[in-house]
C-alpha cells in the first residue's frame, strides 16, 4: 500500500501564544510541534505499512520551519517527504492547502492518504475532505480503526457521544483519522540517522504558479475571546488557596 | 424576493437531530438583521415526523428531499443531492449544524459548487452590511471574525453545537415542498453498516454529584491516584479529558465530552484541562466549576466559576490536607 500522509506543524498545546500588533495573526516566535492527530495518522501509516507492506510518503505545506516534522516523521519510518515550502503559506485555506497538496502529488498513485481529522490551530477540518474532492476519490473522516480486506478497507467511524459505525470502502481514498486511532511510537536514535540521507523533496510557491486561486474565506480580525462568566480568581500561597477552596466547598457548596 | 437562508436540519435513523433546531434559531436572528426569509431542507427517507416538526418553525418553506438511497447517510450521496438542490435554488447562505455529520460531507459539497464552508462558528455579526462569523482558533484560545470573500450567493457556515439555544427557535407553519430524487448507481461508493455503541458503560458518571475530571496537566499516569484521593474526599468520581483516554490511563467510559458523556454535577473540579470546546460541551452545565491550570489564558477559565493559576501539584495535595482536617472537626 502506498500511503500518504499529510501534516501540519502547529504551535506547541502549552506555548503562550501571543497577537500580533495588527490582530490578524499571532507572532511566530513560539515553539512548535506536529499537529496531534496528524501524528496519529503518521502512526496509522506506519503500521499499515508493516502489516501490508508499501510506502510511506509524509506531506507538509508550510513555512521553511515545518521541515521539522517532516524530518521526525522520517525519524519514526516514513520513506520520504515532499514539503512545499513558502512563508505565506501560514495564511492559506483549506481549498488552497488541498489544492497545494494536489498539485504535489500529481502523477503518484497512492492507495491511500491520510490526514489528521483537523488542526490545532485553524480548526477548519476541512483539508482531507476537500482533497478527496479535488482527486475525486471517496473519503470517510473522524476513523478509529482501518482494517484491510479483499476488496478495499472496513473503517470503524466515530460519531458523536459513544457511537460508532463500521463502514467498507474502496481504494484510494483519503481517510481523516481521529487521536486515540493507535499508540505512538518515538523515534529510536537509527531511526533518526538512517532519517538524515531519506528523500526530502522542497517544493516552493512557484511550483503552484496560477494552480493555487484565492482564499474564499477572510479573517478579518482575530482577539482574545470575551469571557461568559465572571469567574472568581483565587491568589495567595498555596496553603492560602487551599484554605479558600475548602472554604467554598464547605460553606458555599456545602459539598464537604 | 428577500435573499434566503437555508437551513440543512440534520436526521439520523429517521430522528431529527435536536442541534438543527439551534440553526433554525440562529437563521432566524440573521434573518432578522438581514432582511432575508428562512427555509429549511431536510434530506432521507421516511421522514414525515421530522418535516411535521420542521413545519411547526418560522419559515418561508420546508423543503423534504426523499430517496431510499438516503435512507442512511453516506457523503457521496448527500454531496450528489445537495450540490444539485443548492445549484438550482442559489440561496444566498447555507447553514447547517457543525455536526460529525456536517463536518463529514460539507466541505466537499462546498467545493463542488466552488465554494467555501466557514465551520465552527460560535456566533455571527451583521456590521455595516457585512456579515461576520465569529470562530474559535487556537483550541478556543483566539476568537476570529470571519467574512467571506466573495459576494454570494452559496455562502456557507456551520454553527457549534450550544452556540443558540434550539428552544428560541420561533414558531409558525411552513409549507412542506417535497422533492422525490434518485441517485444514479455508482455515486454512492461506500456501504455503511449499522450505529452501535461500545460494551455498556460501567460507570454513569452522570449520577456523580462531585467530579474531579484530570487533563493532560495531570502528567503521568501514577499522578491519577492524587485526582482519585481528592474525587473520594469530596464523594465523588473521577473524569478525564479525551487525550487521559487516548492514552489507555483511564477506560474511556469516563471520558467527557463531545464524543464522551455529558454531565452536569454539582461541582466540576478540573484539574490540568485546558478548555477545548470539545471537552466543555460535555461539562458546561455544570453547577459550579472550579477549575486550576498554570496557564491563565487557558480557554477553561472562560466558563469556570472559580479559577486558580497555579501548578495543580501545588494545589491539589494542601488541598486534601485542609479538607481532611475539615472533615477530622479541626475547625
Ligand atoms: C471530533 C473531536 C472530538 C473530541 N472529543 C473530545 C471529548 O469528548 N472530550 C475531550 O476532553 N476532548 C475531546 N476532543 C479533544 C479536544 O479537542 C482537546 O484536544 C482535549 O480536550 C484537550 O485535553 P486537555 O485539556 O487535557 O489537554 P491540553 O489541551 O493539552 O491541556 C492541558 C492543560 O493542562 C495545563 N497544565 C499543564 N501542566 C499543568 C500543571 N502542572 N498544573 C496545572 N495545569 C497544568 C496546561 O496549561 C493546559 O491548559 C475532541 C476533539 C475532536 C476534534
Known amino acids: 500500500m502506498k500511503i500518504l500522509v499529510c501534516i501540519k506543524q502547529v504551535p506547541q498545546k502549552d506555548a503562550p501564544l501571543k497577537l500580533n500588533e495588527a490582530g490578524t495573526w499571532i507572532r511566530e516566535d513560539v515553539p512548535y510541534e506536529v499537529n496531534e492527530p496528524d501524528a496519529y495518522a503518521l502512526e496509522e501509516a506506519l503500521q499499515q505499512k508493516e502489516k501490508h507492506g508499501g510506502e510511506v510518503v509524509v506531506i507538509t505545506v508550510g513555512p521553511p520551519r515545518s521541515q521539522q516534522v517532516l524530518r521526525e516523521a522520517l525519524a519514526k519510518g516514513a520513506d520520504r517527504a515532499i514539503h512545499l515550502a513558502d512563508d505565506s503559506f501560514v495564511t492559506l485555506d483549506a481549498v488552497s492547502t488541498a489544492r497545494a497538496i494536489a498539485v504535489a502529488i500529481e502523477g503518484q498513485s497512492f492507495d491511500m492518504i491520510f490526514t489528521g481529522l483537523q488542526s490545532d490551530d485553524y480548526g477548519f477540518a476541512q483539508t482531507g475532505v476537500l482533497l478527496a474532492e479535488l482527486l475525486g476519490w471517496p473519503h470517510a473522516t473522524i476513523i478509529i480503526g482501518i482494517e484491510k480486506t479483499e476488496s478495499g478497507l472496513r473503517l470503524k467511524r466515530e460519531l458523536e457521544a459513544g457511537q460508532y459505525q463500521w463502514m467498507d470502502m474502496p481504494l484510494p481514498c483519503v481517510l481523516t483519522i481521529q487521536s486515540g486511532i493507535n499508540k505512538l511510537r518515538y523515534a529510536t536514535l537509527m531511526g533518526i540517522k538512517q532519517a538524515r540521507n531519506k528523500p526530502l523533496q522542497q517544493l516552493t510557491r512557484t511550483h503552484l504558479e496560477g494552480k493555487l486561486g484565492t482564499n474564499l474565506q477572510t479573517i478579518e480580525r482575530l482577539y482574545v475571546p470575551t469571557k461568559q462568566k465572571t469567574t472568581e480568581m483565587l491568589q495567595g500561597s498555596p496553603t492560602e488557596i487551599a484554605k479558600k477552596l475548602v472554604d467554598i466547598l464547605r460553606n458555599e457548596l456545602r459539598v464537604i | ?331
Not at chain 2, 440561496?91 to 447547517?96: A, E, G, S, T
Request: glycine share 8%; aromatic share 6%.
Open chain 2, 1 to 331: 424576493m428577500p435573499e434566503t437562508i437555508l437551513v440543512l436540519a440534520e436526521q439520523q435513523q429517521s430522528k431529527l437531530n435536536r442541534v438543527s433546531l439551534e440553526t433554525v434559531a440562529a437563521a432566524q436572528a440573521i434573518a432578522k438583521e438581514t432582511g432575508w426569509q428562512v427555509e429549511i431542507a431536510v434530506l432521507g427517507h421516511d421522514i414525515a415526523a421530522i418535516e411535521e416538526e420542521l413545519a411547526a418553525k418560522k419559515a418561508a418553506k420546508v423543503y423534504a428531499i426523499e430517496s431510499p438511497q438516503l435512507a442512511a447517510y453516506t457523503s457521496d450521496a448527500y454531496v450528489h443531492v445537495l450540490k444539485e438542490f443548492l445549484a438550482g435554488r442559489q440561496p444566498k447562505l447555507v447553514l447547517m449544524p457543525h455536526t460529525y455529520q456536517v463536518r463529514d460531507f460539507a466541505p466537499r459539497l462546498a467545493l463542488a459548487l466552488g465554494k467555501t464552508v466557514i465551520p465552527d462558528a460560535v456566533g455571527y455579526k451583521y456590521e455595516n452590511g457585512k456579515l461576520l462569523f465569529t470562530r474559535q482558533m487556537f483550541q478556543g484560545k483566539f476568537a476570529a471574525d470571519v467574512s467571506f470573500s466573495d459576494a454570494g450567493p452559496l455562502w456557507m457556515a456551520t454553527f457549534q453545537n450550544a452556540a443558540f439555544r434550539g428552544d428560541a427557535a420561533e414558531v409558525g407553519t411552513a409549507p412542506v415542498e417535497t422533492l422525490q430524487v434518485t441517485v444514479p448507481d455508482g455515486v454512492i461508493r461506500v456501504q455503511p453498516h449499522e450505529i452501535f455503541r461500545e460494551a455498556r458503560q460501567a460507570v454513569d458518571l452522570s449520577q456523580s454529584e462531585a467530579i474531579v475530571a484530570v487533563g493532560r496537566g495531570i502528567k503521568e499516569q501514577k499522578n491519577l491516584a492524587m485526582a482519585e484521593e481528592l474525587a473520594k474526599l469530596l464523594g465523588g468520581d473521577i473524569a478525564a479529558s479525551r487525550p487521559i483516554c487516548d492514552a489507555g490511563w483511564l477506560p474511556l467510559d469516563r471520558q467527557v465530552g463531545s464524543s464522551g458523556q455529558t454531565i452536569a454535577p454539582k461541582l466540576y473540579i478540573a484539574l490540568g484541562i485546558s478548555g477545548a470546546i470539545q471537552h466543555i460541551v460535555g461539562m458546561k452545565g455544570s453547577r459550579t466549576i472550579i477549575a486550576i491550570n498554570k496557564d491563565a489564558e487557558a480557554p477553561i477559565f472562560e466558563i469556570a466559576d472559580i479559577g486558580v493559576v497555579a501548578n495543580l501539584f501545588d494545589i491539589v495535595p494542601p488541598l486534601m490536607e485542609e479538607m481532611k482536617k475539615v472533615k477530622a472537626g479541626a475547625y
